[in-house]
């Protein structure tokens, strides 16, 4: 196949895979009580629909957690020129590959984090959309969430209201974003491109999935 249609197949796995987690997590028929539970399950069903479309023998899909990409410059999450990925996958034949990296937020409740978890979440965006200069194909960030305070909470302290990713809300290309407190937790970020926020909510969870 072309890299073009490996590229709309592995979107196609992806979105497929999305909609499996977040049903099967807000229903009940997975359970994860953490992030890092969180990526596991995913990863299963990434994998398990991944290997269904290895159509040909040629075909190969394979998933790594965890895993390094070498960047030219410093990522603003790992502090270095190689940045740590939740989820890498490639799809791959005898002519062509295509990468794909997600990171992944699972903020609950009962750990709540703020405004902190505001702020790492750009700060994922951020490295997702250097990912993308680095021969990554394709880039996800995906949020959940039994936590109102990020979905349509009704206003966030002015120190740190630039970062701000509620349902509805959008993000202009180049704006910056800062942590206007005493010790700010982080540098100041901007992003490149332009996003909308808009939320998912299946049963008591929301869901955010952003394509960088």
Known sequence: MNKDEQIKLTEEIIETAY????????????????????????????????????????DKFHLEFETYINLTEKSIKSKSDRARVDILIKYQDENSETKTAIELKFFKKENHREPNNRYDVFKDISNLEMYKEHNIDLCYFILATDHLHYVNQENYSID????????????????????????????????????????NNVNDLYFLKLKV
């Open 160 to 199: 740190t209201s630039d970062f701000d990713f509620r349902d509805g809300k959008t993000y202009q290309a180049n704006t910056l974003l800062q942590y206007n407190t005493a010790k700010p937790y982080g540098l100041d970020l901007k992003l490149k491109n332009d996003y909308n926020f808009e939320w």
């Open 19 to 58: 909609k499996l987690l977040t049903n099967k997590l807000a229903f009940g028929g997975l359970k994860a009580k953490n992030e890092a539970a969180f990526q596991l399950e995913f990863g299963h069903i990434l994998k398990t629909l991944g290997q269904l479309y290895e159509f040909r023998l040629a």
